[in-house]
């Protein structure tokens, strides 16, 4: 009999209902005497009036509405500071989990050095392999295209992530599966709310690691991931997710990189990102009608206005991120 809960699962949730419904289902049916569990449901303000729905149709569950989307990383420190497990599992709402893979990943981060991060495997409906983790981003790694290049060329920088069997090391590993203790999330001072979404997990992992601990994703462990949902709702939430992408890049260099460097990949990424932007933004506003290009005309002009908005502010902060006005603020009040 367990004297107090093991493990608490926080899921944050927008608009997500059909596929959080999908991992609440999943959730709901474990039974498995080898540890006990609770979960916490953070809605960020869907304001859509199903919260009462859900928390009927799964009464064992915790649901907490916060008081606006105030981004993914706030949305689980609110989560955390509700739970009472010893370890907290972080979930994206368009899982599916299993009691084995929660089980493995459990006895995992109870061996690890403090600090420790531990994920698994991730695939798709139709059991296609996700590939949730990567390198921490640097001078070989800012684009896509640039890291295709620097591996045509057999850059050092990207050699492959140390691994076995049973286990891959990478740098970093995805927020829709993240399991810690709760005393080193406690230490570290949790998820990084700079972030309103994306780059929180690979700041998180950067953290960790220079404290000491590893970051580990299980080989052995499966957990089902349909990912998506709530971010391709229609072209102009995919221009926000779009544009936040770039946005949040911006924040983790400003962060994570020295002087020198971070002035020399901030430069690069903006001129990346508004010559290679350009070509699509046009045809988008020429062919209305093209979702795809249209999302990508609207994340181009919000990327401008981001960039016109650093100009003015001195901060890389999202106009969304929770610290934005504080930071907006004082960096007026230095330039005055």
């Not at 609770?38 to 729905?53: C, F, G, M, R, T």
């Not at 399991?179 to 570290?188: A, G, H, V």
């Not at 700079?194 to 000491?212: H, I, P, Q, S, T």
């Not at 506003?285 to 999302?295: D, R």
């Amino acid at each position: 009999m367990h004297t107090s809960t093991d493990l608490s699962v926080i899921i944050v949730n927008y608009r997500g209902w059909e596929r959080l419904s999908q991992c609440l289902d999943s959730l709901y049916n474990i039974a498995d005497d080898r540890f006990s569990f609770e979960v916490i449901v953070v809605d960020n303000y869907s304001n859509d009036w199903l919260v009462p729905k859900f928390k009927k149709l799964y009464p064992r569950f915790t649901f907490v509405v916060n008081s606006d989307n105030l981004g993914f990383a706030n949305g689980c420190n609110l989560g955390a500071s509700i739970s009472r497990g010893s370890n907290l599992l972080f979930l994206n709402p368009d899982t599916i989990v299993n009691a084995e893979a929660i089980f493995l990943m459990l006895t995992e981060i109870r061996q690890r050095n403090s600090y420790s991060i531990v994920s698994c495997r991730q695939v798709k409906a139709n059991g296609t392999l996700e590939r949730p983790y990567g390198k921490f981003l640097s001078i070989f790694t800012l684009t896509g295209w640039l890291r295709a290049f620097n591996k045509m060329f057999g850059g050092s920088k990207l050699k492959p992530f140390v691994q076995n069997d049973n286990y891959i090391y990478p740098d970093w590993v995805s927020g829709s599966v993240v399991m810690i203790s709760r005393l080193s999330f406690k230490n570290l001072g949790g998820w990084d709310e700079d972030f309103w979404m994306y780059f929180e997990d690979v700041d998180l992992c950067y953290r960790a690691r220079v404290k000491g601990g590893e970051v580990v994703k299980l080989k052995n462990a499966v957990i089902q991931h349909n990912h998506g949902g709530a971010s391709r709702i229609n072209p102009k939430v995919t221009a926000l997710t779009k544009t936040e992408v770039n946005i949040s890049r911006h924040v983790y260099i400003s962060k994570h990189q020295t002087s020198f460097v971070a002035v020399y990949m901030h430069t690069f990424l903006i001129l990346n990102n508004l010559l290679f932007g350009l070509i699509p933004a046009v045809a988008g506003a020429v062919f209305i009608y093209s979702k795809s290009l249209n999302s990508r005309c609207m994340a181009y002009f919000q990327l401008i206005l981001y960039y016109y908005n650093v100009l003015t502010t001195g901060t890389w902060l999202s106009k969304r991120s929770v610290h934005y006005p504080e930071q907006a603020k004082y960096s007026s009040i230095l330039t005055n």
